[in-house]
């Protein structure tokens, strides 16, 4: 197998070491007079040696920028040399490392590999420390050349004014997609296939290389996803919905303090609007979007929590910017949908002695104020974040879907009798409200484990997604043997999104992702307009052992297309690899 690896490198490594042959060495001095930039070594995020890519992406950016910006682009050697024995630069250093190379610009990214690749760069102006980010992918390692092709023609048109070919300019090439066999025409979106059914099982190319989806035991197939840039945060909450009212998600994205709004461009995140901030002392665990009073536009509630007591608080967008509902709420809130009911605001409260008091109410919002109403029919052991509430059979009544604090899956009456638990373990957090201080312990030595802690889920989403007519689960399983042994040792260095369904005596499989590199942090499944598809969105904290990392935390966001016309007959037959062929 080593030699093969070897064998693969050494072929997809001959297109840039006859780069290198042609380009040689490139200095200022081959374009006077004209704007310089220097290229740093990108920063690798990838299960395995990727270092013939690291090198030859540089080495074609170089040349592209040369030749169609007439940018000098800084010795390879001298920027090495310069940076020898250094961490890696931070944004603040920038400037000073550009002075010392006698550059105008600077080029710094990460090349991470997830099934597919990523470029991620970032061009630094040395003048007024100002910088630009640019974005672009490929589906296999083989398809690397078209995409730096794309990233360094964005390059020189944004930073240096220079004119693309026509070919850049096609629906697609400014998203930094390579052009794939099966992919769309040209006036698609550069998110669908030809065929989306056909490649969900895997008969025609996707965006992200082969077995993303394996049906009743995976999510196998081509139908790939797409992926945004890396954001530097550690992203800790995420959520999908119409924010606007104009009939189009948008992306939410949270970390310990902060909420961003993105509107959707193919696989870009554009930013919409300010950010909005929560009290320092107030970490953000749990985001969700939801239209809660009706009036078309979804509200964003944002639930944070210091040691002892909630501090949440909610936004809507009034068209120029993102308006209070209501702030400095001792609830913990989440929007969720309740059969019957439809989308409500839920909340509980936080005990004198404990993180949770025992109780879900149903919330709504007067006067900028939160007033608690009926309590929810929700067992007392089932805390805010942990389930779902559904008719998983069709019988009329419905079922609370929950993750314990073990990580074990169990549906429930509403009355609290356990109607199934997994033997598996799903879920599986970083997050977590209270602590020793909602204890008033002060001695960890007889805190063993540190049992105040209640750790907060990705959510669990219910959609019909095998087309008969009832609610299925869909529920993340991040992968770690050592974070179910120890309970406050949690590292997730990958993880998986599976949707089950009801068989009549227990949840059961019927499909699941193929494991994604990195820590699932949240997740959020929609349905489109004519409900036969549905964007499957999947927010990941880059993992920490994936090769070299940058010195800050990375963070990404996923984006499967899936259709919901799935079979029923797996519902009943078993477990059946999508991409494999139907007897």
Known sequence: MQIKRNRL????????????????????????????????????LAAKDLGYLKEGVRIMLASRLAAGAGVAVVDKAKVDQTLAGSATPTAAQMQALGRRLGADYLLAGNLTAMGGVSLDAKVYSVADGTAQNFFATAAKEDEVIGAV???????????????????????????????????????????????????????????????IIIRSGGLGGDSGFVKSRNFSMEL?????????????????????????????????????????????????????VGDCDGNGKAEIYISAADTKAPNSMAVEWDGKAFAPIFKDAHWYVRAMKVPGQGMILAGQKAAVDAPVMPGIFRLEVQGGAVQEREKLAVPDGVNLFDFAIADLD??????????????????????????????????????????????????????????GRIYVPGRIVIADVNGDGVPDVIVNKNLSSSSRVFRNMKSYPSGEIHALTWNGIGLTELWRTRKIDGYITDYQLRPDKTGTAADLTVGVVLSSELGELLADQESTVLMYQLPLTGDKEGKKEGKKELGTPEP
């Open 149 to 211: 092709d794309k990233l360094a023609w964005e390059v020189a048109s944004k930073v240096f004014g220079a004119t693309p070919p026509a070919a850049m300019a096609q629906p697609g090439a400014a998203a930094g997609m390579p052009a794939m066999a099966g992919a769309a025409a040209p006036t698609a979106s550069p998110y669908q296939t030809m065929h989306p059914e056909r490649a969900f099982m895997g008969t025609e190319g996707g965006r992200y290389g082969s077995g």
């Open 236 to 288: 800790r909450a995420m959520d999908v919905g119409d924010v606007d009212g104009d009939g189009k998600d948008e992306v939410v994205l949270a970390d310990a303090h902060t909420v961003t709004v993105y509107h959707r461009d193919a696989n870009r995140l554009v930013p919409m609007g300010e950010p909005i901030t929560t009290i320092n002392r107030y970490r953000i665990h749990d985001v969700s």
């Open 394 to 451: 069709g019988d009329g009544l419905t079922e609370v879907v929950a993750i314990d604090q073990n990580d074990r899956l169990r549906v429930l009456r509403p009355s609290g009798k356990l109607l199934w638990k997994s033997d598996d373990y799903y879920g599986g957090t970083t997050r977590y409200i209270g602590g020793l201080e909602a204890m008033g312990i002060a001695d960890r030595s007889v805190a063993l484990g540190d049992l």
């Open 9 to 44: 490198s050494i072929f997809y490594l001959v297109p840039f070491l006859f780069l290198a042959l042609l380009v040689g060495t490139i200095s200022p001095a081959t374009a006077a007079g004209a704007k310089t930039i220097a290229i740093l070594p990108f920063q690798v």
